[in-house]
């Protein structure tokens, strides 16, 4: 089995208590000596710890907290898939490509598993559904509860 790429909203749903956190923890647990994560998704998952401080929805500590969280995960990882300029550039190509719909966040994940031939996981249907146009496996943690996002 090719290993599998978690996106940011497989990340968020390990790190907040979300709906179907528990479900994609015992997902990915499954998955371990497997699964890969990109310094570009650990910005973004970075990126929402920080809006939530600025929401007020979580304190510094506690923010603080989930990214040391974060980073002993990665660390756990056997093999991580770094985001290189070629990646941002076929991002480029796959937003250009009007039909997939995509944003550059989810561009930049897709360009990362064609470019090292990844199992995508994701909760963003629409990205989901880029994904298989592009012929990347996809599989979604959480779709027998339902649970996706858009």
């Given at each position: 089995?090719r290993?599998t790429?978690?996106?940011?909203c497989?990340?968020?749903a390990?790190?907040?208590?979300?709906?179907?956190s528990?479900h994609?923890?015992d997902?990915v647990?499954s998955?371990?000596?497997?699964?890969i994560?990109?310094d570009?998704t650990?910005?973004?998952v970075s990126?929402?710890?920080?809006?939530?401080?600025?929401?007020?929805?979580?304190?510094?500590?506690?923010?603080?907290?989930r990214?040391?969280?974060?980073d002993?995960?990665?660390?756990?990882?056997?093999?991580?898939?770094?985001?290189e300029s070629?990646?941002i550039?076929a991002?480029?190509?796959?937003v250009?490509?009007?039909?997939?719909k995509?944003r550059?966040?989810?561009?930049?994940h897709?360009?990362?598993?064609l470019?090292?031939d990844?199992?995508l996981?994701?909760?963003?249907?629409?990205?989901?559904?880029?994904?298989?146009?592009?012929?990347?496996?996809?599989?979604?943690?959480?779709?027998n509860l339902?649970e996706q996002?858009?």
């Amino acid at each position: 089995m090719r290993p599998t790429y978690l996106d940011a909203c497989v990340i968020a749903a390990l790190l907040f208590d979300e709906p179907a956190s528990d479900h994609v923890i015992d997902e990915v647990r499954s998955w371990r000596s497997g699964v890969i994560v990109s310094d570009f998704t650990s910005a973004e998952v970075s990126a929402a710890v920080s809006k939530r401080v600025r929401m007020k929805l979580d304190d510094v500590a506690a923010a603080n907290t989930r990214l040391a969280a974060v980073d002993r995960f990665r660390a756990s990882l056997p093999v991580a898939a770094p985001t290189e300029s070629r990646d941002i550039r076929a991002a480029e190509r796959l937003v250009r490509a009007f039909e997939l719909k995509l944003r550059a966040p989810d561009a930049i994940h897709l360009a990362v598993c064609l470019r090292h031939d990844l199992r995508l996981a994701t909760l963003d249907k629409k990205l989901a559904h880029a994904a298989r146009a592009l012929g990347v496996v996809c599989i979604n943690p959480a779709e027998n509860l339902g649970e996706q996002k858009n």
